[in-house]
């Protein structure tokens, strides 16, 4: 089983600031995906194959990344942005999840 | 819009099943495999598995083998997952997802 170690685990940004979001994989994946997920609501795709913007998420976020490490960038932290953002791999069985960072307001 | 609609929460005694639906609308239900995901409180995410509901084919986590079972009704476009020999380990909210689109989770809480 592939692990996905996400970096940090708690942040916090003012508004405006840019915030990087790290996922480390144990083995090479193929591509990346991320969700974000506020309180007592469903995860929410905001980048699907690494790079792809889901439909409606603001230009802000962006991902990157290869082989064992990827990021998730929030170019201009809003107050909306606060939650917890979850990387998910998709190349090998079963597929997995990162433990979440979680993104507070400063 | 695509909306999935799952059923509601449940409170199961240990050593029962539950069944929980998930009710596709908005898109073509029989083009999109449909996963199950667990959300234990206050954690991560575990996929369960997946089912392609125009055939049936399913893929598993090999952790859930044997405790969910996933099953479709194409003339409803509604797919279920049964989890079985429920345990406190089991108590967490278990979401559907076609990836793009989420239903709002249920919530099982295993209890005597």
């Known amino acids: 089983e592939i692990v996905l170690t996400q970096s940090p685990t708690t942040t916090a940004a003012s508004p405006g600031e840019k915030v990087t979001i790290t996922c480390l994989a144990s083995s090479s994946v193929s591509n990346m995906y991320w969700y974000q997920q506020k309180s007592g609501a469903s995860p929410k795709l905001l980048i699907y194959s690494t790079s792809s913007l889901a439909s409606g998420v603001p230009d802000r976020f962006s991902g990157s990344g290869s082989g064992t490490s990827y990021s998730l960038t929030i170019n201009t932290m809003e107050a909306e942005d606060a939650a917890t953002y979850y990387c998910q791999q998709w190349s090998s069985n079963p597929n997995t999840f990162g433990a979440g960072t979680k993104l507070e307001l400063k | 819009q695509v909306k999935l609609l799952q059923s509601g929460a449940a409170l199961v005694k240990p050593g029962a099943s539950v069944k929980m639906s998930c009710k596709a609308s908005?898109?073509?239900?029989?083009?999109?495999?449909v996963s199950w995901v667990k959300q234990s409180h206050g954690k991560s995410l575990e996929w369960i598995g997946e089912?392609?509901?125009?055939?049936?084919?399913?893929n598993f986590n090999e952790k859930f083998k044997g405790k969910a079972t996933l099953t479709v009704d194409k003339s409803t476009s509604t797919a279920y997952m049964e989890l079985s020999r429920l345990t406190s380990e089991d108590s967490a909210i278990y979401y559907c997802?076609?990836?793009?689109?989420w239903g709002q989770g249920v919530m099982v809480t295993v209890s005597s």
């Open positions: 908005g898109y073509t239900f029989t083009d999109y495999w």
């Open positions: 089912i392609y509901p125009n055939s049936g084919a399913t």
């Open positions: 997802t076609t990836t793009d689109y």
